[in-house]
Structures are given as C-alpha cells and as structure tokens.
C-alpha cells in the first residue's frame, strides 16, 4: 500500500522508513507533487497532526499520516506547545527559541519538560493517531551538539546525557518521535 508522509524532511523520512514495514510504500510531499503551504492552525499538536494528514488526504485523495511535535514546559503550562518551532518569533532560530526557553525560566527550579508528538494516520477517511512522550528536564546551559532545536537543554529523566549528547541511536530508542512511529508501525504490521 502506497502511504504518504506529510512531510519533506529527509532525516525524519528515512527515520520513518527504518521501522515501517516494507509491505508499504512511503512517499513523501515531493513525491506527490504537493508543494502547498499545508495549514497548521490548530492550538493542539493533535489537532495540527490531524489537519495536516486530513488535508492531504482530501486534496490528494491518498492514505497520508503527519506528525506534530511540541516542547511542553511544565512551569509554563505546556509552553511553547504547538508553538515551539516559532516560540521566538517567526524566522528564528534553534537558538532564539533556546535562549527564550533559558530566560523564561531564569530563577525557576521546576525545570520539568516533556517532548510529545502526536502521528495521525488517515487511512480511506477513519483517522487513528499514535503518541510518543518523554520526560525530562531543562539545564541552565546547552550540552552536546548533536540533534536539533531544544536537545542541547534536554535532559531526558534517568538519563545524565542531553539529547544533544546522546547519538541519533541512542536518542530514536526513547525519543518522543521514536515511540510513536513504533506505534505506527506496530500498528500497520497488524493490518
Ligand atoms: P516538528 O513538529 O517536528 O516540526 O517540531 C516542532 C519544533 O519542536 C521543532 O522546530 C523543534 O524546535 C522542536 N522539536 C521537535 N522535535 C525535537 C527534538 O527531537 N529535539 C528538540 N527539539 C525538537
């Protein structure tokens, strides 16, 4: 069965293509012609990943899943949730969203954080979703220079490694990203 990934980022497709069984085959957006601005506009990273599957799904008539990640901040109420990759404004940087996160919580020592992605899947119009969180908490100063976006202040619990220190191995088998694509997968192999 042919199932689009919502999505152009090379590193989560082959991520995404490792654990998925080979009885499906991923496109990704390019693959379909699909170079839309897709919509994001929900307050939920469930209700993104949805719109973004759904949208495809309806445009391109093609079973599709999408993902939706968010860095929750537990001091900040879910901060900056649906609006991580933008937390310090639009067009900014890893680090501006970093040194944000490190000044909001100047001071504070609840320093406890989850990553959460949520993974709608349409398949002929009956959504299903699968989530992946991991816990942890957020150092004063960056750690490591692997990964992306928050990993350098990321430190998973019972773990004494960042995210940015762990290898992309080390990282996919607890991720937040990682337990919920093997929930997908789970879920496709028994279809
Ligand atoms: P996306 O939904 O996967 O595009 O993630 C939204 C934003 O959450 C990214 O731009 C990053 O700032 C942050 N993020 C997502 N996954 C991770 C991760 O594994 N480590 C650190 N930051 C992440």
């Known amino acids: ?3 689009v990934f919502a999505t152009n980022n090379k590193h989560k497709l082959e991520e995404v293509k490792t654990i998925i069984s080979n009885d499906f085959e ?5 693959d379909i012609n699909c170079f839309d601005d897709i919509p994001e506009t929900q307050d939920t990273i469930e209700g993104n990943a949805s719109q973004k599957a759904f949208y495809i799904y309806e445009n ?20 900056p949730g649906v ?6 404004g639009e067009g900014c940087s890893f680090d501006d969203n970093i040194e944000k996160v490190l000044k ?8 406890k954080a989850q ?32 990964g992306f976006g928050y ?8 773990y004494d490694k960042t995210f940015a220190e762990l290898s992309s191995e080390e990282k996919n088998k607890i991720s937040h990203r990682g337990t919920a694509s093997r929930k997908l997968a789970e879920f496709l192999k028994n279809r």
């Open 1 to 3: 069965m042919k199932l």
């Open 26 to 30: 991923i496109l990704n957006l390019k």
């Open 60 to 79: 391109y008539k093609m079973n599709c899943f999408a993902d939706d990640t968010g860095l929750e901040i537990d001091v900040l109420n879910g901060e």
């Open 83 to 88: 609006y991580s990759a933008r937390y310090a």
């Open 104 to 111: 909001k919580l100047s001071g504070v020592s609840n320093r």
């Open 115 to 146: 990553f959460k992605t949520v993974i709608s899947l349409v398949i002929n119009g009956k959504e299903y979703q699968f989530k992946g969180i991991i816990e942890g908490t957020l150092l004063k100063e960056r750690r490591g220079t692997s």
């Open 151 to 158: 990993d350098p202040v990321f430190l998973p619990k019972g």
